[in-house]
């Protein structure tokens, strides 16, 4: 259902559900979201990158029972790459050039 951007997993992670796994940062809770039980990073929606370029997210393992952190807390950089999603404009065209058969470069 939503883009899987990343896995986070610790160590401490048995499988057995004691590990809490939480991000925040920009866009965390709404543009990403996590599973707190695997770890799975996701977005939510289409990024553009004429929006915003990147996004910086912190990740971290909790102890679900104490809410104790597992691990240092990890730090994501989302960097946007960009799609050619708009067609290119030429407000001052057209142009019209012509290059002679044979000719040197910078003639």
């Given at each position: 259902?939503?883009?899987?951007?990343?896995?986070?997993?610790?160590?401490?992670?048995?499988?057995?559900?004691?590990?809490?796994?939480?991000?925040?940062?920009?866009?965390a809770g709404s543009i990403f979201i996590i599973d707190?039980?695997?770890?799975?990073?996701?977005?939510?929606?289409?990024?553009?990158?004429?929006?915003?370029?990147?996004?910086?997210?912190?990740?971290?393992?909790?102890?679900?029972?104490?809410?104790?952190?597992?691990?240092?807390?990890?730090e994501f950089i989302i960097k946007v790459q960009d799609?050619?999603d708009n067609a290119p404009q030429f407000p001052d065209?057209?142009?019209?050039?012509?290059?002679?058969?044979?000719?040197?470069?910078?003639?």
């Open positions: 259902m939503y883009n899987t951007l990343a896995h986070l997993h610790s160590n401490s992670d048995k499988g057995d559900g004691s590990v809490r796994y939480i991000l925040s940062g920009e866009g707190e039980v695997t770890g799975d990073i996701h977005a939510t929606k289409s990024l553009d990158r004429e929006r915003k370029t990147h996004y910086v997210l912190h990740a971290q393992a909790l102890d679900r029972n104490t809410q104790e952190a597992l691990e240092p807390m990890s799609i050619n065209g057209p142009f019209v050039a012509t290059v002679p058969e044979m000719s040197e470069v910078g003639e």
